[in-house]
């Protein structure tokens, strides 16, 4: 089983929809858990930024934790065709040298105007 | 965030020659920076991870000695890619970490062909 699971898609979506983009990962040691947005051919850019279990808000985006399922979820409101792009979730135990960051294959997201 | 540059942003070099990447944090001191190779359609690999003023560490199956890498300053670190081969040609990242275990901030990538 590989540390870091993520559907790579490709997912098709109208203009307007509710994006749900999963993870999930097998290391419980994990606590911080990003979400990067990487546009073809371009260095990722960090969406959202989570330590520990919980929600975190941000415009459209929301991002979720569920350490005890050990399952992250990004939600993308009101897509936009400007959201199309591989989402790449990463997580990492952090501290010390754990600072490793482990990424998820990454999730291609078309929005259709 | 951290902003991150890298030069060249693309590359293209014969076989056999040496190429040089550099990657900057142009608004903080980065103590760590790290680099990764990315395939097309693939995830990021990471290569190896660059402390400034120490030897960098290698992941398992990267040749340290065709990667070379060098940390000289807080705020540089560089790839070179020694003897390239056409099956270097790929798309290198680096990342910088601004406290350990936090996130990383990309920079923009550069794309190697090597012929």
């Known amino acids: 089983q590989k540390e870091v699971e993520q559907d790579p898609g490709p997912l098709s979506v109208p203009e307007g929809a509710i994006v749900s983009l999963n993870c999930t990962y097998s290391?419980?040691?994990?606590?911080?858990f990003m979400w990067y947005r990487q546009y073809s051919r371009k260095g990722p850019e960090l969406l959202m930024y989570?330590?520990?279990?919980g929600n975190k808000e941000d415009g459209r985006f929301t991002a979720q934790v569920d350490k005890s399922s050990k399952y992250i979820s990004l939600f993308i409101r009101d897509s936009q065709p400007s959201d199309s792009a591989t989402y790449l979730c990463?997580?990492?135990?952090?501290?010390?040298?754990?600072?490793?960051?482990?990424f998820g294959k990454g999730t291609l997201l078309t929005v259709n105007p | 965030g951290a902003v991150v540059s890298q030069h060249p942003s693309w590359v293209i070099c014969k076989s056999g020659t040496s190429v040089k990447i550099e990657c900057r944090s142009l608004?903080?001191?980065?103590?760590?920076m790290f680099w990764y190779r990315q395939f097309p359609k693939q995830s990021l690999m990471l290569m190896a991870t660059?402390?400034?003023?120490?030897?960098?560490?290698?992941e398992q199956g990267v040749e340290k000695d065709k990667f070379l890498i060098n940390h000289a300053s807080l705020t540089l670190s560089t790839l070179t890619v020694t003897s390239a081969h056409p099956e270097d040609s790929s798309f290198y990242i680096c990342?910088?970490?601004?406290?350990?275990?936090?996130?990383?901030?990309f920079g923009p990538g550069t794309r190697l062909l090597v012929l």
């Open positions: 290391n419980s040691a994990f606590q911080y």
């Open positions: 608004d903080f001191q980065a103590t760590t």
């Open positions: 660059s402390n400034e003023g120490s030897k960098a560490t290698y």
């Open positions: 989570t330590y520990s279990s």
């Open positions: 990463a997580m990492s135990e952090g501290g010390g040298s754990n600072y490793k960051l482990t």
């Open positions: 990342s910088v970490q601004i406290q350990a275990g936090e996130t990383q901030y």
